[in-house]
């Protein structure tokens, strides 16, 4: 087998345009393409999933919702419910992803931050008391602590007075894209994967209006990839998905039209659209091939607007960004849609951010007349040899996911992570240097800074949640869980059971989502892989410019003078794992001259101090993305002046990430140097780091 080197991609493949090169279409770019000449909603879909399209049913409008306790995020699915919203999309906090009650001190600084938080089945019928779970679609993003927290979804239904049988939504169950790029695992792979063809299993019997899956490539393109690399990779992880739950002996035409898709729509306009055409083609021949029926092979898709193409500076120009992103999730064809709010380069949307958000989706479906029209761009000479070149590229994109051993070995071998961080070098690179043009970033910036935005104080969502942990273990038969959670553990283990039935048993007997979780780690510990970033790309890509050379000039002296690189430990700290900053700084660090180490994810404060203290490190760098900054941060510094010779003055310290302006006095109140916010180049993190080191710490 021919193992193609990542370094082997040549560039025009690795790095999409900005810019069309052909600027006039003609007839003749129609010549020879197929699928033309189907109708939407017949197979292979190119135009539609449905023949009526929009005029049907317009697209869902789904806000992505979801923080502090169950009660509050039940209070704002009601007021997106009444303000226009035609489904739910529920956004738990970290330690419900990763399987930690709100009670374990992993959890603490993290409980209701950046999601509501789920801790039993008495939690999940708060979340949607008062809500018709036979009238309004759910749906969860839920990857790692998928087994509790969808048997506390099904369980609490029922005994609010739902048949799961006639209960419609999706649960996200895409483990796959979690080891290439989100991060939410809990167990190793092949465990996980275990688990989601359970899932698949149990709602295909037992809820058939449920998608079991929302196969996502939003995450691929918020770490870095282009539209075809995030098709591709979709694809492959989907046709593993399909591979194991026919291995199951499932009949696809029973499944598989309830796989559903999840893409991210950024601001490549015309791609975006060509890319959702192209997705339902390639996804439609991968499943007729298989046997499958045109109900099988209908491609349903989710879209949401580019997470990563909002700014913080001036913020206000991401409503712009939103919009023009959206239309071209509706020009595609998506069935449901989430718009971002403005602020979210800052923070969690407040109610003034969120309530434009959706009036962006209600203002397009209802006063532009953009739902009258099935598949407006259908014959246009461009948009259709577009289509038909992401499909291509799309299927070279496979071919070299195959040739490098198909997406398991690849995954395992790190080429997979690494393709996406070398794009996503390339894109910040492009930025940086002002080749790839952002508004109020790179070009026309202003000093404008927003004051209003939402932050979570989590103290009262914690004692609530510890009060509802007691009184839930107080009502409970301990005998009865624990007999439940052994099960589990054995099925766990002999491997012959399907998990989700037997973990509702547990959840029904009130075992919370951090038991069921234990239960299983019992036999599948949780899995922990080394973070990995490529060096000599993005420095190579800036090695032109001035002022690359004048700070790489500064680590250079400081390279001499201690006749060694500077050695800078990287991290994120606790539950996030959104590590695409992270990996892009370490990987500009280490070609400005830094000798730069990144650590694994889901660390504890206890475990970066150790860490940092074991090598002779001059600096520390966090990236926090979570909210939980000043806790988080503030906790490593206290340690690092208690067990060390720091004080506050001289903490090497530094801070990345989405960090509200008005905590910058108390992250330097405990010793943070420096704290950069998206956008900043590499050239001034690293100025400012020697700057600091040499004065200030006297490194
Ligand atoms: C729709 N229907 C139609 C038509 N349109 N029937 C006839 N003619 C039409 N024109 C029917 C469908 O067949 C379906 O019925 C019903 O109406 C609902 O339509 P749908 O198209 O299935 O829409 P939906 O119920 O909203 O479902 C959309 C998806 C679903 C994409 C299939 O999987 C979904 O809602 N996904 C959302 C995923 C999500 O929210 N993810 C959040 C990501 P039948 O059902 O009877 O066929 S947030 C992620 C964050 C960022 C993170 O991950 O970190």
């Known amino acids: 087998m021919r193992t193609t080197t990542v370094g082997q991609i040549k560039s025009e493949f690795m790095k999409e345009q900005y810019r069309n090169q052909q600027s006039l279409f003609t007839q003749s770019d129609l010549s020879g393409l197929e699928n033309l000449d189907y109708k939407p909603g017949a197979a292979p879909y190119l ?48 330690p419900t992803h990763l399987g930690f009650d709100s009670t374990d001190s992993r959890a603490i600084a993290e409980v209701g931050k950046t999601g509501v938080a789920i801790d039993s089945v008495d939690d999940m019928k708060r979340l949607f008391e008062g809500i018709n779970l036979n009238d309004v679609s759910v749906s969860m993003t839920m ?28 649960i996200q169950n895409d483990i796959l894209k979690e080891f290439m790029v989100r991060n939410t695992w809990i167990h190793a792979p092949t465990p ?36 075809s690399l995030e098709l591709a990779l979709t694809l492959a992880n989907a046709k593993i998905y399909l591979d194991n739950a026919q291995a199951r002996n499932l009949d696809l035409n029973t499944f598989c039209h309830r796989l559903s898709f999840f893409f991210g729509v950024g601001m490549n306009f015309f791609d975006e659209i060509a890319k959702l055409r192209a997705a339902r083609v390639l996804w439609s021949n991968e499943v007729i091939q298989r046997g499958g029926n045109a109900k099988a092979a209908r491609m349903k898709i989710h879209c949401q607007t580019s997470g990563w193409s909002l700014a913080e500076q001036e913020p206000h120009n991401n409503l712009i960004r939103t919009t023009i992103e959206a239309m071209s999730a509706i020009f595609g064809g998506t069935q449901s849609l989430h718009t971002n709010a403005f602020d979210e380069a800052l923070s969690i949307p407040t109610e003034e951010s969120a309530r434009l958000a959706l009036n962006t989706q209600l203002i397009l479906q209802e006063e532009t007349g953009i739902t009258d029209i099935v598949d407006p761009w259908g014959g246009s000479y461009f948009m259709e040899s577009r289509t038909q070149q992401i499909i291509n590229q799309t299927q070279q994109w496979l071919t070299l996911i195959e040739n490098n051993g198909g997406v398991i070995k690849a995954l395992e071998s790190g080429w997979i992570h690494q393709i996406i961080h070398q794009q996503a070098l390339q894109t910040q690179a492009d ?13 026309y910036q202003s000093d404008y800074k927003p004051t209003n935005i939402r932050k979570i104080d989590n103290k009262a969502i914690i004692q609530n949640q510890q009060k509802s942990i007691e009184a839930l273990k107080l009502k409970r038969s301990d005998k009865h ?21 037997l973990t509702m048993e547990a959840i029904r007997a009130r075992a919370t989502i951090g038991e069921c979780t234990n239960a299983l780690l019992k036999v599948w510990p949780r899995y922990n892989p080394t973070v990995s970033f490529s060096a000599n790309q993005y420095g190579d890509l800036r090695s032109n410019e001035s002022e690359w050379h004048r700070v790489k000039k500064k680590v250079s002296a400081v390279r001499k003078h201690h006749s060694k690189k500077p050695k800078i430990l990287l991290c994120k700290l606790g539950l996030d794992g959104h590590d695409r900053g992270i990996k892009t700084v370490a990987a500009g660090l280490s070609d400005i001259g830094f000798d730069a180490t990144l650590t694994p994810l889901f660390l504890t404060p206890e475990d970066i101090v150790e860490l940092f203290l074991k090598d002779n490190y001059c600096a520390l760098g966090i990236s926090m993305l979570s ?33 509200p302006h008005e905590d910058d006095q108390l992250l330097k109140d405990a010793g943070v140097k420096s704290i950069f916010r998206p956008g900043t180049v590499i050239e001034v993190i690293a100025d400012q780091i020697v700057m600091n080191i040499t004065t200030l710490t006297n490194y």
């Open 627 to 659: 909210g939980s900054h000043v806790e988080l941060v503030s906790k490593v510094a206290n340690k690092l002046v208690a067990n060390a010779s720091f004080t506050r003055d001289n903490l090497p310290l530094f801070v990345g990430g989405i960090i």
């Open 431 to 443: 930025i940086d240097a002002n080749r790839k043009p952002f508004i109020g970033v790179n070009r």
């Open 481 to 501: 869980v624990t007999l439940a959670l052994n099960e589990l553990t054995q099925a766990a283990q002999s491997g012959t059971r399907n998990l989700l039935a």
């Open 47 to 94: 135009r539609g999933a449905y023949e009526s399209m929009y005029t049907g049913k317009p697209w869902t409008i789904r806000q992505y919702t979801g923080f502090g306790s169950a009660e509050e995020t039940n209070r704002a699915f009601k007021k997106s419910l009444s303000e226009g919203a035609s489904g739910l999309s529920v956004a738990f906090d970290l």
């Open 192 to 227: 996980s994967l275990k688990i989601s063809t359970d899932i698949i299993e149990y709602l295909s019997h037992n809820a058939p209006s449920f998608n079991s899956q929302s196969i996502s490539g939003y995450h691929f393109q918020e770490a870095g990839a282009e539209p």
């Open 143 to 170: 990857n790692g602590a998928i087994l509790p927290v969808l048997a506390a979804f099904l369980v609490a239904a029922q005994e609010n007075g739902f048949n799961i049988g006639d209960l419609k939504g999706t």
